[in-house]
Structures are given as C-alpha cells and as structure tokens.
C-alpha cells in the first residue's frame, strides 16, 4: 500500500483489498485496516513528513480508533530520503501488536501516551503482547510515555531491534523497555535518556515473569532511575547475556548502572557494577561501586551515516576506553549509522565506531621567500605547531594535573617538530609534525612564531582544514598554500575506490593541488574538473587537463595516485612548464604511477621518492630537456621531440643520488639514444651531449 496522505482517516470497508477513506485517500490507519484483514504479509510505504494520530479512543482493537493495532504481518518502510514520523500526538500509544509480525524501517515513532486503565497503561510507543513479534532496523522510538511499564516499549513476546535508538522515553518500570516474557535482541543500537520512575531506566525485567535478553554491540547511557537501576535492571534474574556493549553514566539512587544477574559474552564497558553480578569476563572494563570508569562519550546527537533515517548516536572520543576494545571476532560488520567495522587495530565496543584523521606536514626555511620549499631549503626542528580551538591566534593550555608543566595533551593540542632521527639514514624528518586521533571537524593549524622570524605562506591566520573521517591524510605544509579556488575532499565514501575531484579557479595563478596517500593498497584516481561538470563518465578517463580553459600552469603535489590518459598542451604561442611533484616530506615513500600521459613543454621532476611511467610521453617544444631534481625514478617511457631521431624509448632509469656529480646505476632495457638533454642534480651540475647504449 502507498499511502497519499498525512491524515488521520479510516478504512471504508477493511478486506475489499482497497485501503481508501470516504476520501478516496490511502491513508496510514486505512492500510493498516486493510493489511490486518486480508490474508499474508503487506507493505506499507510512507513517504517524508509526519503522520498523526487523530481518532480518539481506547480499548478498541481493529486500528479503527485510537492507537494503530496490528494483528498481522505487516512492513512498514519510512522514505529513503527525508524524515518519516508517526506520532502518537499524546492521545494513545502508537502501535499495538496483538499478534502477528509488525517490521519498521527507517522511521521516526514518537509521542504516545497510554490511559491510565489498568491493563492498558503499558508500552507508551509500542506494546507487543504475547502473540505478537516486533522488528525495527534503522528506527527511532522517542518522546513516549507510559502511565505504567515500558515507556518506550513493553514486551510480552518477541523483540528484535538493530541499528535504533531508543530515547528520551519514561515509564515507571523500564524507561526505555520493558520486558516481562519472549525474546529482545538488541544490537548495535543506542538507549539513552530515559526515565524509569522506579526501576531499569534504559531496560528493566524486573521479576513478575522470566525472559531472555541480548545485548549486542549496544551504548546504554545516560538513562535514569528515580529507585534503582538506572542503566539495566535484570532482577528477575533469567537469561540476560551482555557483549561488546556499553552501560555506563546512568543515574539512581542504588546500582546506577546494572543490578541483577547477568551473563557476559565478555569485552563490555560497565560504569558502577554496584551489586549486580556476571561482569569481568576477558576484555571486560569494569569500575567500583562508587568509583565508575568514564565511557568518554559525546552527547547524543545526529552523525551522518549510510543508512536512510539518521539515528541519533553518542560518539566516542578518540580517548574513550571503548576504542579498540571490543572482540576481535563476533563483532557486528557495521556500527549503528552503518560505518564498516573495525576502523582502527579494533573493533570498538558500544553502537558506534571511532572514525579518526589526522594532519601532517613540515616546517620548512623558505631561504628564496617564494612561498613554497624548493630543493635544498632545510626542514626547521623544535618549532612549536597547535591545533587554534577557538581561532583566536594564541596557543593556550591549562595545567589539569597540577605539575606546572606544559604538555601537549593540556589546553590546545600542540606539537614539536621533529628532529632528525639518526637511525633512518636515508629519511630526514626534520620539521615535520603531526596530529593524529582528531575527530571529523574544522581545524586551524597555527605556528608559534619565534623572534627574528616573519611568517611567510601562509601569514598569522594559518592553515584551516576540514578533515574528513579515515581515508587520506591531508599534509599541511608550512610555506606551500592552496592558492586559488581549490577544493579538495579527502574523504573515502563506502563503495568508492577514491576518485578525487579538484577544481582548479581560473586566473593567472598558479594552483597548487595537495594530495597525499597512506597505503598503495588503493589507486587514486585524481583529474581536474575543468568544466565543473564532475568526472567523465568513464572513470578510467579523467577529464582532459586542458590548460586553455583554466589559464594556468598547474603544480601536482601528490603521492600514491594514479593520472590516466591525460594529455597536457600548452596555451597559444608558448611552452608551459609543466611541473610534477612528490614528496613534500622529505624521506617520504611515495609510488606515483603515470601511464598513457603525454605532456607538452617538457617536465620538471622534483623530491620524488619513486616514480614510475609506463607508456607515456613527454615532448618538448624546442629544449629538448628533461630534468630529474633530487628524484629517484624508474621510468618507462618516451621522451621525444620534434625531431624523432631524438627520443629515450622504454628505457629504466636510476638516480639513487643527484645531490653530487654522480650518476649511477644505468641500465638499457632495449635502446636509448639520449641527444640533446640535461639531466640535472639541481646543484649546478650537469651531464649534458649524446650518448647511445645497447643491450
């Protein structure tokens, strides 16, 4: 059934296979009079917005007045995109499972209110009796309240939730649930600020019948209890298994987290144990009675995800005990907005995984004040480099541990650079830092600047960077901005095998592009959008670099991505530098692949650690010159001129050092006639003529 209406409005004959009101409409209560008379499993697909509740009336069970009961197996779908809510508008709970099987998708299920009736004062969003079965995947059950148990739900049968939240919910027993009989599975879902006016502010199955419960890869925080068990309350004592799984700041007079006996799968984060029992099996994190372990936990709120309905999760800090210490086996694939498991050395435990970035860059003498580090100017140590929280142009820090001292971890975050480590004989990492563990957001990375220095590129105001969850690393180095109207994401979406796209602005500036890899298991695919129209269609055929259009010469800052069958030709009436560039870190192992690439104007290779050309091209216009400055590069390629006798064809070259007069390590695959070019160590020197070799 497609439901064509927000209104409130009821069948006109429930079993004549049509879900119409006197209207003609579809409505929600109309379809779900229709599905719970005819025969089997129906759908119902609701589009965005908010569905309300409007029928008065209690005690009545075919969904024609009241709360919407259910009575078989029916799917309800909320809207790929937007926001899908039924509201109980506080004149009945929402939904009533009688029997048969109700399945909820991607929707929002708030504000229901029970009667104060004895019997049906229970499941102030949802009650499922004990013929029926209840299913929710990518939900929000909010803002509910029962007069008695089960604010959020009560459950008297079968109860599965995955990828939830469960929030903000009060009853008198089980702010969140209750469940007294059947089955609750809970995985990777969030329960948080409820209010239990007695006992089991999150979850409570406090003793009339036995149940069995299961917790999996759950946060259950932040939830309240007016006696007792502000987290979980298993008094009952049945079969309550607990894994991977977060109960801790919630609040009550007594056992603020747990109480009850409960079975640990193990690697589960318990606040206060208080007196419940079951807790430290292996990778348990578990804290005294009056002395609770601090989840280190966000406040909730929305964080992006792959699912439809954005659920409303509490994020990890990258300090949280939690990190990195769930199961290495058993966990969910996915946290609750869908993000791949593990991000780190482990797998986290609770509903949500800890995405983290960082930055990097050097610190470097700009000896000529050009604005970017060219060969030779000399990485600078013992530099002091922070993180600007408040954008105020002053790093500042407070002394949490009393010591007098100032240390990274207090007030901003700031670091060294970096002196060079004696035992790399072949890497020089003076100048670089580096902040790692940061959570997806806006930063401002600031030098200290010491007397008798000017700040040159960029000035006082920085670098600002927008960091993006995993994927790259975005290098900030001092001395080389992005000039122009660059924009550059380096985030990896799910699915996507990173293809970056970089607009360049037009003008007579020169763009610099910054890129950098962290693992040559991936290709990057980058190419400029020159039309702004996005990549072509074909993936494996970037845009054309085509520098008539954009007016500039680019410069490629990059490491471990790959530029496929670009061509690069020269504006009207003159030769374009074209300069290719790896290694802004110096000692920085980078593989930069080109392949079907020709360029006109002639190359100018600088800091590479590794370059690799398979089939390309370069042609000069005149000054038959290819440089290699400061590089070691294998290469297999072709470099000709106008004059084809000119020509290196699939040759292997090796320049493990240019900083002296030396070449060496020379070896003819096939044929090479080198006439006519400079190779050059950037240092004066130059092998310059002709020179034929033969295998």
């Known amino acids: 059934f497609l439901v064509n209406t927000f209104a409130d409005t009821a069948d006109v004959l429930p079993g004549d296979g049509v879900a119409q009101d006197e209207a003609g409409r ?24 908010i569905y309300t509740l409007t029928i008065p009336g209690v005690g009545e069970d075919g969904a024609a007045t009241g709360d919407l009961d259910i009575t078989d197996d029916l799917a309800i779908r909320g809207a790929d995109t937007g926001i899908t809510v039924i509201s109980g508008n506080r004149l009945d709970r929402v939904f009533d499972v009688l029997s ?13 209110l029970t009667s104060s009736e004895p019997g049906d004062d229970m499941g102030g969003g949802i009650r499922v009796g004990a013929y029926g079965q209840f299913r929710a995947f ?88 007016g006696l007792a068990a502000g987290g979980v309350d298993n008094s009952a004592g049945g079969p309550f298994a607990v894994f991977n799984t977060i109960i801790a700041r919630n609040e009550a007079p007594i056992d603020p987290d747990v109480a009850g006996l409960f079975q640990s799968v193990g690697h589960n984060l318990i606040g206060d144990p208080g007196g419940s029992q079951g807790f430290g099996n292996p990778g348990d994190i578990v804290g005294e009675p009056g002395a609770p372990i601090d989840p280190r936990l966000g406040p909730l709120e929305y964080h992006a995800g792959e699912f439809p309905l954005p659920t409303r999760v509490h994020a990890l800090f990258p300090d949280s005990p939690a990190v990195n210490a769930a199961s290495p086996e058993g966990f969910d694939p996915v946290d609750q907005r869908g993000v791949p498991r593990p991000q780190g050395a482990a797998p986290d435990i609770g509903a949500f995984e800890l995405e983290v970035g960082e930055i990097r860059g050097i610190k ?16 600078l140590s013992g530099w002091i480099i922070y993180l600007d929280a408040n954008s105020n142009g002053v790093l500042e820090w407070a002394d949490r541990d009393g010591d007098e001292l100032w240390d990274p971890d207090e007030g901003e975050r700031w670091t060294w650079t970096q002196a060079d480590n004696p035992e790399t004989a072949n890497i020089d990492e003076t100048g670089q830092y580096v902040f790692g563990d940061l959570l ?43 000039l122009g109207n660059n924009t550059i994401d380096n985030g990896l979406p799910e699915g996507d095998p990173g293809h970056f796209s970089v607009q360049l602005g037009p003008g007579g500036t020169t763009d610099t592009v910054h890129l950098a890899g962290t693992s040559t298991v991936f290709e990057y695919t980058a190419y400029l959008d020159v039309n702004a129209q996005g990549p072509n269609a074909d ?3 970037p845009d054309v670099f085509d520098l008539q259009d954009i007016g500039a010469a680019p410069t490629f800052v990059a490491g471990n ?49 590794f370059w690799q050309y398979l089939d390309s091209d370069i042609y000069s216009s005149g000054d038959d010159e290819l440089e290699v400055l400061g590089s070691v590069a294998t290469n297999d390629l072709r470099l000709t001129t106008v004059d084809p006798t000119t020509n290196i064809r699939e040759t292997q070259m090796s320049f493990p050092n240019l900083t002296g007069a030396m070449l060496s390590g020379w070896a003819a695959q096939v044929y090479s006639d080198l006439q006519d070019n400079i190779l050059s160590d950037h240092s004066g020197r130059r092998i310059h003529g002709h020179s034929r070799s033969r295998r």
């Open 539 to 541: 993936l494996g055929a």
């Open 100 to 112: 048969g099987t109700l399945d909820l998708a991607s929707l929002v299920v708030r504000d229901g």
């Open 364 to 379: 470097f003498e700009d000896v000529n004040g050009n604005g970017i580090r060219d060969f030779g100017e000399p990485g």
């Open 138 to 225: 990518d939900v929000e059950l909010i803002r509910n309240e029962a007069t008695g148990d089960g604010g959020g739900l009560y459950n008297e049968g079968s109860s599965s939730i995955l990828a939830s939240t469960i929030a903000e919910n009060t009853g008198t027993n089980g702010g969140g649930i209750k469940t007294v009989n059947g089955i609750l599975d809970i995985a990777v879902s969030t329960i948080s600020t409820n209010i239990a006016r007695a006992y089991g502010g999150g979850i409570a199955d406090p003793g009339e019948l036995v149940g069995e419960v299961n917790l999996r890869n759950v946060t259950v925080v932040d939830n309240r209890a």
């Open 561 to 609: 991505f790959a530029t496929s069958q670009a061509t690069i030709t020269p504006s009207t009436g003159g030769q374009i530098d074209v300069q290719i560039q790896v290694g802004i870190i110096p000692g920085t192992s980078a593989l930069f692949t080109i392949y079907d690439f020709t360029a006109s104007g002639g190359a100018d290779l600088r800091n590479s650690t």
């Open 26 to 49: 579809t409505s929600l209560r109309a379809a779900i009079q229709e599905a719970n008379a005819l025969p089997g499993q129906d759908e119902i697909l609701l589009s965005p917005g």
């Open 440 to 482: 997806p957001g806006t930063y401002t990375v600031r030098e200290v600047l010491p007397a008798g220095w000017a700040a040159n590129n960029p000035g006082p105001e920085g670098y600002t960077v927008q960091l993006q969850p995993g994927g790259m690393t975005l290098p900030v180095p001092d001395g080389r901005p992005a």
